[in-house]
């Protein structure tokens, strides 16, 4: 069975402060893992999708890095309106279905 | 370009009735996924809809139904609904139609709130 855990939970961070989200994941041929972003009562935002171990990509302040067993989400300088729930979900090979985390709600105060 | 859109964006439903979702995916689109996301907890894969089949189930009962239209758009169905159905319905769509081609990245609407009395 194919599992997503996400860590930490949540965090609070001061703007300006970088940090790492981290996914741990367990799937029988990984076809691709994704990372969206969630607003409060909104459907996921894609952020990126990652094919391979040593694959990475970035965009604004955000870079997402894959290994054979984790995906680290960087946020590097984050402002307040980084501020939402980041969602790691994978796709194993033969199935269309993804599955996710419960998610690091993301905190960024002034 | 319009993204995946849902209706409605909120509904109100006592236990035992019946409810019916709708979604238009994103233009160019040809797959409809659908996914139930309890509070605080990540999205759950309930089903997945190309060329008006189901695809794909996940571990949902059979009061969870759908169906897909010749324009790719979908409708999910809940009968019997229960308290713990109250939950944001989301729908995604993808672009990647044939069966085992490419990694199909899926674009989420907004969702539709379904609260249970």
């Known amino acids: 069975e194919d599992q997503v855990t996400q860590s930490p939970e949540a965090l609070r961070l001061q703007e300006g402060e970088s940090s790492s989200l981290n996914c741990s994941y367990t799937?029988?041929?990984?076809?691709?893992l994704f990372w969206y972003r969630q607003d409060p009562g909104k459907g996921p935002e894609f952020l990126f999708t990652l094919y391979s171990a040593g694959e990475e990509k970035e965009k604004e302040r955000l870079k997402a890095t894959l290994t054979k067993k984790e995906s680290f989400l960087h946020i590097t300088a984050p402002k307040p309106e980084d501020s939402a729930t980041y969602l790691c979900a994978v796709q194993a090979a033969g199935r269309r279905a993804l599955t996710f985390g419960s998610g690091t709600r993301l905190q960024v105060q002034p | 370009d319009a993204g995946v859109t849902q209706s409605p964006t909120h509904l109100i439903k006592t236990r035992g009735q019946q409810v019916t979702l709708r979604c238009s995916p994103k233009s160019g689109h040809d797959t409809v996924s659908w996914y139930q996301q309890a509070l605080g907890q990540g999205p759950q894969f309930i089903f997945q809809?190309?060329?008006?089949?189901?695809?794909q189930r996940g571990n949902f009962p059979d009061r969870f139904s759908g169906h897909q239209f010749p324009n790719y758009s979908s409708e999910l169905n809940v009968n019997a609904l229960l308290l713990g159905d109250s939950a944001l319905y989301l729908c995604?769509?993808?672009?990647?139609?044939?069966?085992?081609?490419?990694?199909?990245?899926?674009?989420f609407g907004p969702g539709t709130r379904l609260t249970v009395l």
């Open positions: 799937v029988s041929g990984l076809r691709g």
């Open positions: 995604a769509s993808s672009g990647f139609g044939q069966p085992w081609g490419g990694t199909d990245t899926q674009y």
């Open positions: 809809y190309y060329e008006e089949e189901e695809r």
